[in-house]
């Protein structure tokens, strides 16, 4: 496997339901990002971590709780979600996120919230 | 703070015929910029950056851009496009290091360009 991958590609979820998100990062990066991407709307940046420590926390709901055990993998833990939810969610990293430079996106999880 | 003004959510043209997707962008301090490309059901690829030095960027599959400090702009173009460049367009900007702000990627709303024969 090589750059960045995000399972599963695609979630369908009630409610009430619990579920989680992984993106793990092959690239030796030390940080990694969560985004939304809604349609019509510019991506949202969720989350960030920097050598597995939240730097970034953009006024997520609570139902959204990140993991990062390592520096390679990076977690959504998602529950009692609302249908406006629904969206692709993008996991990306980069060197340092303090530098500024480009960002390798997986192909993110698109998920659908009944 | 900076933020990313894409005016086209639409771009529709004829294959082989050149294209330019639009971007302006304002920040208190200096840039990078960057251009994705997000083809369907896949996440964004990075096109071509532009962090210092020449003015003319060049990317991959046959993108160019040119920074316009001036103007404030980073207009993404194409001498001849193909089908396959029917795809949404995200121009995007940081600030480097050691600009007392943090490095914090911004996106704009994107583009669509629909190629058609």
């Known amino acids: 496997e090589t750059g960045v991958t995000q399972t599963p590609r695609h979630l369908v979820m009630g409610m009430t339901n619990k579920k989680s998100l992984k993106c793990e990062q092959h690239l030796g990066h030390n940080a990694m990002y969560w985004y939304k991407q809604s349609a019509k709307k510019p991506l949202e940046l969720m989350f960030v971590y920097s050598l597995e420590e939240r730097v970034e926390n953009n006024s997520v709901p609570s139902r959204f709780s990140p993991e990062c055990p390592n520096s390679s993998h990076l977690f959504l833990h998602l529950h009692t979600l609302q249908p406006e939810d629904s969206a692709l969610y993008l996991c990306?990293?980069?060197?340092?996120?303090?530098?500024?430079?480009?960002?390798?996106f997986g192909p993110g999880t698109r998920l659908t919230v009944l | 703070a900076q933020s990313v003004t894409q005016l086209d959510s639409q771009v529709p043209v004829f294959e082989e015929a050149p294209v330019e997707l639009r971007c302006n962008y304002s920040s208190s301090v200096s840039v990078y910029l960057f251009w994705y490309v997000q083809y369907p059901n896949q996440g964004l690829q990075l096109l071509l950056k532009y962090l210092s030095g020449s003015t003319l960027v060049k990317g991959i599959n046959g993108f160019e851009a040119e920074f316009n400090k001036s103007q404030t702009s980073f207009h993404l173009r194409k001498p001849s496009v193909h089908i396959s460049d029917t795809a949404e367009y995200f121009c995007?900007?940081?600030?480097?290091?050691?600009?007392?702000?943090?490095?914090?990627?911004?996106f704009g709303t994107g583009t669509r360009l629909q190629v058609t024969l």
């Open positions: 995007a900007v940081t600030t480097p290091p050691n600009t007392g702000t943090a490095s914090k990627l911004t």
């Open positions: 990306a990293s980069s060197q340092d996120w303090l530098v500024g430079d480009e960002q390798f």
